[in-house]
């Protein structure tokens, strides 16, 4: 690819060359240097990268790898990301936001089922490209030692590292931002045990995706309907198929 720029970081060490191959814009990160003096913390962010460069269907055609004293990964480059819509343009976004969030939760139960964890579910680590949900720069929470946010889960705050029950927390967080004031009651509680500060009272991947989906309170009524039906009480639907099974 062709040098066109880079972004400065927030620290001296985070330069971020831009290169344009093939017309696309793609980024490159690099981990904190002093990343290499603590190794369980390497370890563990350079089998993230290397699980995340042996999927090659991830929406922001990421690559890693390792350069020098410094790991890196490479990404599509995008000049606006869901933090720029959050609040206030969420009409500008190219889906609706229920959609959004269907496919977050999508994207997210599919990088779990490959084994890749972000670590910082956020709205400035998401971008809507093309009609897709795009979540990047998976671990790089992790890549500085010193790196924190407001936003990160209580355990990540701690000095742990990104795991599942992390990425439940901070995906909690972007769907009450997208979802705004006055939610349902099922969902409000959803959100509050994604976002439970001990991540083992968290729900998995898939309670949420349950929970969330279209059907959801249909499938509840119908439900409700079958267990309040006394044992023993024939259903008219049920009687008219006994009727024409024996005739």
Known sequence: GTLVGAIQGRESWDVR??????GKMF???????ALFSQICRLEDLSGL???????????????AGVAGEQLWMRRVFFDETLADFLPGREKDLAVSKDILKQMLIGEISRLHQSGIVHGHICPSNIAVMQGLSCIFDFGF?????????SDLAPEIQGGGF????????GLGLVLRAL???NQPTH?????????ASDPANRPIINEVMDLFSP????????????????????QPQQEAYRIQSTS
């Open 17 to 22: 060359p831009l290169f344009l191959t093939q």
């Open 215 to 234: 059907d959801f309170l249909i499938r509840q009524r119908v439900k409700a309907r079958e267990t309040s039906i006394p044992q023993g009480v024939v």
């Open 141 to 149: 929470l992790s890549a500085s030692p010193t790196y924190s946010a």
């Open 49 to 63: 990268l290397t699980r995340v460069d042996a999927q090659r269907n991830i929406s922001t055609a990421a690559r």
């Open 179 to 181: 979802g705004g004031q």
């Open 27 to 33: 980024i490159i990160r690099f981990s904190d240097p």
């Open 162 to 169: 990104a795991s599942k029950a992390s990425d439940i927390f």
């Open 187 to 195: 969902i409000t509680e959803m959100l509050e045990r994604m976002m």
